[in-house]
């Protein structure tokens, strides 16, 4: 029911790719979508990106609603943290446009042209977006209360008194209360993880990017991160990019899951449909594969994988 | 030879010009960080028509000798109308001469920040200003310390060559000494005696304050 059928078949695109920087904004574009009551938060149009002579996407499209939870799977090297990381704007598409909640990214209008987004431009539609890194990325040298109030002093303006606050609740929530004076060294992975999650959650971004948050810990600390997530994604309101190697965890809380490969978005669809239902043939070998990986370290806390449900 | 009664009276004349020796060195050393630093940022430009011209000139004053530049400002520009004192000279050539040396240990310690701190920055939405000062800078330092403190004594020991531009310092004070008795040993061996006992504490000072840095580290990491 969800995303089906207002999100694009990508492979039926027409190329919309190369020059795009020249193309006008008209009114929403009619050709593809079927409904267009909500307008979408996220919005990749002809996104390719290479990186010298490597192709690592290749004229994507896709659509993600104010709220959506949408999980990439797909093998390393898929493109699929590259997909996110041109929505963070680090990095810079190679053709191609991404809209953010109806507006531009990397580009804006000037004499009602596209050109290429200034830094106070990307500045401004930045701050829609959050990320958590898979290598946590805290600032070693503040402590934890620090790293989660810094930008919302620097950047939002926010009176520390009130900053402080906010960051205390939100540690609270993901279970760290007691550790706001400690230094990130002093932290587990997990506990790490919980923190940038926080301080990623307190800018209030309309689209939170998780960039294989868990490939990263040891396998037992796996589950109290995820199960932060999976609290915040309970919450509704925020959209959420989720890059995930944990099929289970995509399983649970996604409206939709993409399966990317060699740069394209090849299947997408319900959890069930991806997971019980695969179509295509590289999902099925990957989720076969996948399978039969996790057998060989059956063992592992996060649970029991019964992805493919083909056999 | 060697006599001890009238190595002792020199002592206090040599003594007397030690603080001379030292303005020069900490003089030299605080130009030579301040001026390290936009010489680092410079290089590290995006665009070639700042960094090449600085890294240009950077090596220049490197791979020349410091003597020759000092003399350059003292002797030199004077025709040029800029009129340097000898320790105004001393102090600008220390600094110039080892800016460049300091800028390659920012560069060391600004590279050692890891990209995801860059991109965690970006993604909180601070700007370049905010994640240079409030990210990048407060942890290129730190490791810095030490190499710092072992620059500063190089400079130390360089300061005998500041005599070349006339600056009262020790070794002119000793060459005057000697000239005046026609005993050189013991001044110029008091000299070294001077310098072996300030800079040899000094490097002990400098590998304790490495030592206490990396073991702070490991303990941190540890926990």
């Known amino acids: 029911m969800i995303g089906q059928t207002e999100t694009l078949r990508e492979t039926e695109q027409p190329d919309v790719a190369p020059p795009a920087p020249e193309r006008r904004r008209g009114p929403e574009e009619p050709e593809t979508n079927v409904k267009e009551e909500i307008r979408p938060i996220v919005r990749y149009r002809g996104i390719t990106k290479s990186f010298g002579s490597h192709q690592v996407l290749d004229r994507i499209d896709l659509d993600i609603r104010p709220g959506e939870k949408v999980a990439l799977i797909g093998p390393s090297g898929s493109g699929k943290t590259t997909l996110a990381r041109l929505l963070m704007t680090l990095e810079e598409p190679t053709s191609g446009t991404i809209e953010v909640d109806g507006e531009q990214l990397w580009h804006m209008e000037r004499k009602g042209r596209l050109v290429p987004a200034d830094e106070k431009h990307l500045h401004r539609v930045r701050g829609k977006i959050g990320m958590v890194f898979q290598h946590f990325n805290l600032f070693p040298h503040m402590n934890i209360l620090r790293n989660v109030t810094e930008a919302m002093v620097l950047v939002q303006r926010m009176p520390k008194e009130e900053a402080e606050a906010r960051a205390l609740a939100m540690l609270e929530r993901v279970g760290l209360q007691e550790r706001t004076k400690h230094y990130p060294a002093q932290l587990s992975g997990g506990q790490k993880q919980r923190v940038a999650i926080a301080r990623a959650l307190v800018m209030q971004p309309n689209i939170m990017l998780f960039d294989e948050v868990t490939s990263a810990l040891d396998p037992e600390l796996v589950g109290e991160v995820l199960d932060v997530i999976k609290n915040v994604a309970a919450e509704g309101e925020m959209a959420m990019m989720l890059i995930t190697h944990e099929m289970d965890f995509a399983r649970d809380i996604a409206d939709r899951v993409l399966f990317t490969d060699g740069g394209r978005i090849v299947e997408q669809g319900t959890p069930e449909q991806i997971f019980e239902n695969p179509r295509s043939e590289r999902l099925q070998s990957f989720l076969t594969r996948f399978r039969g990986r996790r057998a060989d370290d059956a063992g592992t806390s996060a649970g029991s994988m019964t992805a493919a449900g083909r056999e | ?223």
């Open chain 2, 1 to 223: 030879m060697w006599d001890w009664s009238y190595a002792w009276s020199i002592v206090p004349e040599l003594i007397k010009v030690v603080p001379i020796t030292l303005i020069a060195t900490f003089g030299g050393f605080a130009v030579a960080c301040l001026l390290g630093l936009p010489i680092a940022l410079a290089r590290r430009a995006r665009s070639r028509w700042i960094s090449w011209p600085v890294t240009w000139v950077a090596e220049f004053i490197r791979s020349t000798p410091l003597l020759i530049q000092l003399i350059v400002l003292f002797y030199a520009l004077p025709n040029y109308g800029i009129v340097l004192s000898p320790m105004t000279a001393g102090i600008l050539g220390l600094g110039i001469h080892y800016s460049t040396y300091l800028a390659e240990v920012y560069r060391g310690g600004i590279e050692s920040v890891p990209k995801g701190q860059w991109e965690a920055s970006r993604a909180l939405n601070l700007t370049k200003a905010q994640t240079w000062l409030r990210v990048v800078l407060p942890q290129s330092v730190p490791p810095t310390i030490p190499v710092m403190g072992n620059y500063l004594i190089v400079m130390f020991k360089e300061t005998p060559t500041l005599s070349a531009i006339t600056l009262v310092e020790l070794l002119t004070t000793a060459k005057a000494i000697g000239s005046h008795s026609f005993r050189y040993v013991e001044a110029i061996t008091l000299v070294g005696v001077i310098f072996l006992l300030l800079s040899y504490p000094s490097g002990l000072l400098v590998r304790r304050l490495e030592l206490h840095l990396k073991r702070r580290e490991r303990s941190v990491e540890a926990k």
